[in-house]
Every structure is written in structure tokens, then in C-alpha cells.
């Protein structure tokens, strides 16, 4: 799952958020990994969804 909403965001701990980031930057490592291999990846959008989610976590964490 690599879609994380602003409503899941804000409902969030710090803790969590942060966790959450990491769990997605390994995400993001897998598909660009895939990527370069010439493989197919099996979710099209799963890329722009989780670099979504990693820019709205970062926005979050900024912002308090």
C-alpha cells in the first residue's frame, strides 16, 4: 500500500509519520530497482503514488 491519505497523515503520530517515511522511501527504492532492470512493473501508478505519499509526509513533518 503506497497511497497515504492527508486525513491518515494528520491522524498520525510523529513517530509513526517518520516510520511511515522510511517504509516508503524503501518502497520507492523497490520500484525504481525494478525499474532499471527493464522489468514491468506490476502497479503503473504505484511509482507517482508512492512519491505522492513521501512528498505529503515530508510537508507534514515540516510543517510542525
Same mark, same amino acid.
Given at each position: 500500500?503506497? =497511497?497515504?491519505?492527508? %486525513?491518515?497523515?494528520?491522524?498520525?503520530?510523529? #513517530?509513526? &509519520? #517518520?516510520? &511511515?517515511?522510511?517504509?516508503?522511501?524503501?518502497?520507492?527504492?523497490?520500484? &525504481?530497482?525494478?525499474?532499471?532492470?527493464?522489468?514491468?512493473?506490476?502497479?503503473?501508478?504505484?511509482?507517482?503514488?508512492? %512519491? &505522492?505519499?513521501?512528498? %505529503?509526509?515530508?510537508? =507534514?513533518?515540516?510543517?510542525?
Amino acid at each position: 500500500m503506497s =497511497h497515504v491519505s492527508n %486525513r491518515d497523515i494528520a491522524s498520525m503520530s510523529q #513517530e509513526a &509519520r #517518520e516510520s &511511515r517515511l522510511l517504509e516508503l522511501q524503501e518502497e520507492l527504492l523497490q520500484l &525504481r530497482a525494478e525499474k532499471a532492470l527493464g522489468g514491468t512493473p506490476s502497479n503503473v501508478g504505484a511509482y507517482k503514488a508512492t %512519491r &505522492r505519499s513521501i512528498a %505529503r509526509l515530508k510537508t =507534514h513533518l515540516n510543517t510542525k
